[in-house]
């Protein structure tokens, strides 16, 4: 079955400096991949999606990822971290039913924490 | 206020009390779905619906009842409240397949005492 895996609950980094969120995929073709960022008390925003085509995706808020389907990966980056960027963010991959109807799994979510 | 709404934002139920959590859509989006967050499990579907007076489980679906009489509206309610349901709950909407992405409410906190 489709899954995803984040592997850091949460990390910290210094505001200024660059970023990189992991997200592992199981699944057997070409997935569906997405990330998603929530701020604390919000509801869930989409950042980016991957379907096919270039395997480097820009996203908003200067986010991008990349899909790597040698390493089952499409993790997140950003060059340069700003405060308001602390938040959770959940990694999901779309999961096909068996009546052909495509519903997303996330990920556990890691926490990113902005030090000054 | 054009998007997606859930009523209440923050509710307190005592355990063996009926909730109803409420979420309306302006969009008319095809399909709707509820999830529960839970810390280290992040979301988990709870049921989905594909369009009016369609609806069908998802991962966590024991103890909740859903219905879909219209397009825009899509309630959740707990039969009969149990701590274990203690969550945010968040309701979201796509239009008609997930490749497009969900759309998601603000959520509501449930605690069940």
């Known amino acids: 079955a489709q899954s995803v895996t984040q592997p850091d609950i949460h990390i910290t980094v210094s505001e200024g400096a660059s970023l990189e969120l992991r997200c592992n995929y199981s699944?057997?073709?070409?997935?569906?991949l997405f990330w998603y960022v929530q701020s604390p008390g919000q509801g869930l925003q989409l950042l980016l999606k991957?379907?096919?085509?270039?395997?480097l995706v820009q996203g908003i808020k200067g986010f991008e990822a990349e899909f790597k389907r040698s390493q089952s990966s499409f993790n997140l980056r950003k060059p340069s971290v700003h405060w308001s960027d602390a938040a959770e963010y959940f990694c999901?991959?779309?999961?096909?039913?068996?009546?052909?109807?495509?519903?997303?799994?996330f990920g556990t979510g890691t926490r990113l924490l902005v030090s000054p | 206020d054009a998007g997606i709404t859930q009523s209440p934002r923050y509710k307190i139920t005592e355990t063996g009390r009926q909730v109803t959590l409420m979420c309306h859509q302006t969009?008319?989006?095809?399909?709707m779905f509820w999830y529960r967050q839970d810390l280290g499990h992040g979301l988990r579907l709870i049921y989905y619906?594909?369009?009016?007076?369609?609806?069908d489980k998802g991962e966590v679906p024991d103890g909740y009842v859903v219905s879909r009489s219209k397009t825009e509206n899509f309630p959740l309610t707990l039969e009969s409240a149990t701590r274990s349901q203690t969550s945010v709950y968040f309701c979201?909407?796509?239009?008609?397949?997930?490749?497009?992405?969900?759309?998601f409410g603000s959520g509501t906190r449930l605690t069940v005492v």
């Open positions: 991957y379907f096919s085509g270039d395997t």
């Open positions: 619906s594909a369009a009016a007076d369609i609806t």
């Open positions: 999901a991959v779309a999961r096909l039913m068996n009546t052909g109807f495509q519903k997303l799994v």
């Open positions: 699944y057997g073709a070409t997935p569906y």
């Open positions: 979201a909407s796509s239009e008609s397949d997930s490749i497009y992405g969900y759309t």
């Open positions: 969009w008319s989006h095809s399909y």
